[in-house]
């Protein structure tokens, strides 16, 4: 770990200042960071604690929700709102970590979280372009079994680890982001990018750019919505595949579905392919296997990863099954 | 800069990389939080920050500062134990000891955490603020404390003996900061 | 280097071959054991009480000091910086930056570490402890990829670890040899443990395969694995004058300090190794680099250095289990008698180190089989040295041969635990030995009644509850009672009738000091208030390994010669006035805080009147117990059997544990609350030796890439059931107190009972390590 200094934030401009220009990062819970500190991946000069800012979870007048990005991740799955009405995201958040890190862990340091790829952690010694660019991807043929199936590029078959984000991608979250040059509204599905030929870069944020929200659109009463997140040990384990979902059915039809993944893809991946299938369809297990084929008709797994294929498929199958059954 | 630890003020590093656990075990001399692995992955290293618990390792000290911070010195001594050290001897909820005082400080703030109504993974009614610590809820919210012994039925039957399903427990054992030395 | 190696341990072997012969044939009174250990008849004394361990409070108040926590004045804190290829030399190493990095008092490198000794490498004598014999920081040499290259050494941590990652290495690669399939097509070689050839032969084993009725034949693959001890491999170092002091977290304190003083050039009793506490061993905890390392770096500076390897550094320095890839054949008449079993396989190793993973030891005893072929063929590779893990051999081997059994099983139409009962041998088949205690239908019997095996559907794939598949499954447990030479210890008994007993011992979570504390207790006659049971000090009597579930029988065998000794001495001093007067030793028993004629407990005299009358204010022995012939006389094995129920998610291939028992038959227990957590302890390691765990090993590079508690996975809370244990409690009549160590029993079959739970459950047949939900889908 390099030297660094540490101040705390009293206001969002204040911290967007200090940070602007320098090889400054925000601080949240540090479950992340100061864990990528330590493997000298991330080496900021300064650190400018945020988790004095916008703690609050307030609903807006139209009935979403609006969570401070320095909520921890136990308080907003405790929250009764969230738990009332956004099970899915209240889930995907305990299905995280560990109880520990979740208390600790902010909404905003979640979003930004970076890949658990073990050879990105290798800083000494293995060759990484999201750490080094053109350094080349040793995962590549490597041990990717926790990698990308989806969205891919020859230099990055990294995941994004989130399970609150992909909650957060098929409730179509908006981040609410603040700059030097100002405020701006993000989809949380633009801001993680794919890997392309620039893995280093994570988000479209500018490094000044701090998160200070996540507003949640209010969600009819009728839909349902859970994840699932299937992992190699039953808890405190990274996903293999994971499915967030939301299911309103009508009639017998398929009134609106939300789907997301996790654990396949560089960023929480939303399945719209899927989703296009489904609206309008009827409730059916077919019209589930047909949307998961097409949303994976894409897939381009390894040797390592190609069960995540079939995986995602079933799992997503299943837990469009099991919304269908409690509507 | 200050930080409250089993109650006594003491200041904070000069050099901020120091982590809340280092700190404690380096600079103030008590070493019964450990260090396991140093990257939030076995839960060795859990403290209770105003109550809450955390893992030490992935915080820095610094962040901490104005808060008050109770390890496993701070629960209860040899002479005086806390009725879950108690029961931890009593089943045998540890063999080699190294992950104990983590165990032991996450049970305790976990079981304040179901009492608060702090659902888990497991929970079957995300809206229901009241449930019991039972095989399940158990087992899943203590699944951040690694034990490579393999004493984990021990540590979950320690856990159910002091404190039975979370709600029911009349004598509530109280975290003593009194009895750190 | 590795041929003349092997020609000594050949020429080791051949002496105790030709040795064992004859002590199979002596008469079983010669034997250590021959006459049973007085304390098997004590039925209602403290030994097989659920004593709590008497050093409980101070692990659950954090007050039990572990190795990195010795606080010494002037302390150094080190950084360990290591190499990133497989093999090679360096050709440069810049250590400007980090020397001129605030904090840092020195950098240690090849170029400057003081010149020491190659570590004499385990089992190459009675006491070396190294795990391989590769020269330390000694010249520009890579040998494996993770190899320490540099120690920084500065006023923290912080400093330290900073300045470590400003050291830049250049290097010069050698052609490597990092994979396993390449190596075994290049060609394998007969491999040696202990000295003996890890090869039997009864009859022509593949001819009777091939002619029986019913037969299967299949190749089990087992992964690389990681110890984990949750407690990082630490250690505090000081020179005081010519003395070292490692403050260490070990399981061989005494062969850590010879072998330390022979790498040093000093006298083994200038090297003390104390480690009061172990926070976890499963036999990662030995003498690795790290401790040399530490000891060097403390004389560059000339302060005292704390060393604390990082958790990737442990996976980087310390060894762990290695790969194994197994056939097993088995032949049989249509009742189910074996007519063949075919046992063969290779495993990796390095050129620097001596363990091969002996994989066939179950089979060398668990069944009777007309024909027999067992054999271990091994590779090396350009890797950090394998070392023993858990039950080495008997983990992974029993996988495969249980597995086998269970394949068989279902080939015939006979129920599994019915053909294992079918098949029971009546002496060691391979060594023609009687069994010392052998009770394993006993615990299959206990153990299916208690399970409700009859409850199992007999065609797999039945059983449905939900999503989930259910299915039961069950394997034999096996593991040897060893014990091994070198041990001794000293007993100092006070007027006051208080005792101390020393020994070089060591407490990595078994109980040891509760435990023979209780035993210890039984044996004088005293109560357990009186004894003091000091251990964890290379400075104390006896060379004693914790490993091969030993240390039990060897501080056992060790008291009872001290407790002789003892007795020796008493009556010596009693004299002509004391109601013992005339009686030889073997005549006398302890009982009561004194002594008295063992056919006659009214010829009495209590230890502090014996004391009295000869004005002694203590009296102190010290004693070796013979060497342990026994386990050549005699074939002497714990035995278990293991059920398991898993349910297996239909749509996403996840299993998980819901219930297992553990029917064990380990002799006499000590203390029924321990042993119950050791045997729980090792199920548990099964249970993530079948389902989760794998060190990751990147054969294009050799580098290991999940040096992480997060990227290897142990069992958590949430995959551990409740675990039922239950044992026959029969004692052995040839070990002190017919005990046998259980610390490593219990990972073995566990991993079988489990796959096949899998098979009953889902009708597919798991032989590859670990089960992940992939293979399952």
Redesign the interface.
Known sequence: MIPFSYSRATDANGAIEQVAGNHTKYLGGGTNLVDLMRENIERPTALVDVTGLSNEITETPDGGLIIGAAVRNTALASHPIVRARYPVLCRAILAGASAQIRNMATVGGNILQRTRCSYFYDAAGSNCNKRTLGEGCDAIGGFARYHAILGASPSCIATHPSDMCVALAALDAVVLVDGIHGERRLALNDLHRLPGDRPDVDTVLEPDELITAVELPQFSLASRSTYRKVRDRSSYAFALVSVAAILNVKDGLIADARIGLGGVAHKPWRARKAEAILRGGPATIAQFEAAAGAELADAQPLQDNVFKVELARRTIVAVLEDLRDTQ | MTITVNGVSAALPDDLRVSLLDFVREHLLLPGTKKGCDQGACGACTILADGERILSCLALAVQYDGRSITTIEGLGTVDALHPLQQAFVEHDGFQCGYCTPGQICSAVAMVEEARRGVPSHVTSDLTSDRFDLDHDELRERMSGNLCRCGAYNGIAAAIHATYGDGNTVSDKPQVMPEAAE | MNIIEDAKQAVQGLVQGAMAKAVALAPDSWMPGGEPDPLIRHQHGHVGKPL??I????????????S??F?VDGMVYAAV??A?IAKGRLVEIDTRSAEAS?GVISVMTHRNAPKLNPPPVFMSSSKAAGGDNLPIMQDDRIHW?GQPIAVVLAE????A??AA?LICATYEADVTLTNFAVAIAKGTEPSLFMGQPLHNEIGDAEKALKEAPVAVDATYRTPRHN??????HAVTVAWTGDTLRIHDASQLVAHTAWSVAQMFGMDEKQVVVTSP??????GGKCLWQHQVLAAAAAKIVGRPVRL?L??EGVYRVVGGRTLTEQRVALGADKHGKFKALIHTGVIAKTPSNILPEPFIMPARSAYASETMLLDVQAVELDMLANTFMRAPGEAVGTFALESAIDELADALGIDPIELRLRNEPEKEPTSGLPFSSRHVVEAWKMGAERFGWDQRSVKPGLVRDG?WLVGLGCATATYPYYRMPGGAARITLTRLGQATVDIAAHE????TATVQTQVVAERLGLSLEAITFNYGDSTLPGVVLAGGSQQTASIGASVIAAHRALVKELIKIAGNDSPLAGLKPDEVASRDAGLCKADDPSRFETYASILERAHRDEIRVEASPPDPLETMHWSMHSHGAMFCEVRVNA????P?VSRFLGSFDCGRILNS??A???F??????GLGLA??EET?F?E??G?I??P????Y????????P??DVIWTDIPDPHTPMGAHGVGEIGITGTAAAVANAIYNATGKRMRDLPI???KL?
């Open positions: 709590s361990r050093d409980g409070p101070r692990k659950v108040t954090g007050s039990a000091t572990f990195a926590e606080p910086v290591f990133t605030p990829n923290s941590q912080e400093f670890d900073h990652s110890h984990n001890a949750i407690e990082l506490f172990v926070g976890g061993g499963f604390v990082s958790r999503e990595m979570g078994m109980g749509v996403t291939g996840e998980r609350k321990t119950a957590s050791q729980r302890g090792g199920i548990i390691m389902l989760m990751q990147d294009r590079y580098r890439m999940n992480s508690l997060s990227e996975h142990v069992p958590v809370h949430m995959d551990v409740d675990i992940t939900l992939d889908l």
